[in-house]
């Protein structure tokens, strides 16, 4: 298990801070799936009270990827090869459907908002952070939903992306790299602009599906490395 040491927050009221402290911890590996908070010690290493600690991890909670079980405490969820195959499954569904009705609404705002995201992409990769480059693919990724014009497929894809979040951490820790590849979006971000939906919508699945047998296999080593314990 990775040793985690969280530095000091200044002000306790910063709930937000704490979140994202906790998330790229997660993130990272530091905390490694199933694996239990111990909230005095993140609190004595914060410098925060309990309460607002508590709170954020509430809200991790509420955002999927920390799972609270009574009389035991606040555990980062366990990872199953099946939940991968469940969301990745979902996620290629909803691709589809995203893009064709995003598809006529496209204008000059949809490509520069498109363009806009997948440079942020490109710069939290090249500053190898994994937890911004995780949070801006995500963002580039969900474009699509919020051009769609449909409000519960908008709302399905935000409850998918927590822990589409956890799955490309853990893709990454199976490469044992920080970030993927910069080049990794430009054909999706070119056929969005272009002419042809099915192609856009073809290589979107191809995008999902990229090493994804790489990731089964790390998460299949981690369900029997648990199973040991």
């Known amino acids: 298990m990775a040793k985690l040491d969280f530095s000091p927050i200044a002000d306790t009221t910063r709930r937000a801070e704490i979140v994202a402290l906790l998330r790229r911890a997660i993130l990272t590996g530091q905390l490694e799936p199933g694996q239990k908070l111990n909230e005095l010690r993140i609190s004595e290493q914060m410098r925060v009270s309990r309460a607002p600690l508590r709170e954020a991890m509430r809200e991790l909670v509420q955002e999927g990827i920390l799972t609270s079980i009574p009389y035991a405490g ?53 500053a ?62 070119a056929l969005l602009k272009g002419s042809d939906m099915r192609a856009a919508q073809r290589h979107a699945r191809e995008h999902i599906d990229g090493d994804f047998e790489e990731l089964l296999a790390y998460a299949r080593g981690l369900e029997k490395r648990a199973s040991k314990n």
């Not at 908002?113 to 990769?125: N, S």
């Not at 911004?132 to 919020?146: C, D, K, R, V």
């Open 74 to 126: 606040t555990f980062v969820i366990d990872v199953t090869a099946k939940d991968i195959i469940d969301a990745y499954s979902l996620n290629k569904v909803l691709d589809e459907f995203a893009i064709e009705l995003a598809w006529p609404q496209r204008d000059q705002r949809f490509f520069d908002e498109l363009d806009r995201r997948h440079e942020a992409v490109k710069q939290a990769t090249r």
């Open 128 to 189: 190898l952070d994994t937890t911004s480059q995780i949070e801006t693919a995500l963002q580039l990724h969900g474009l699509i939903y919020e051009w769609a014009d449909n409000s519960v497929l908008l709302e399905t894809w935000q409850r998918l992306t927590s822990r589409l979040q956890m799955y490309f951490a853990l893709h990454q820790r199976a490469r044992n790299e920080p970030v993927p590849a910069e080049d990794l979006h430009e054909t999706y971000a």
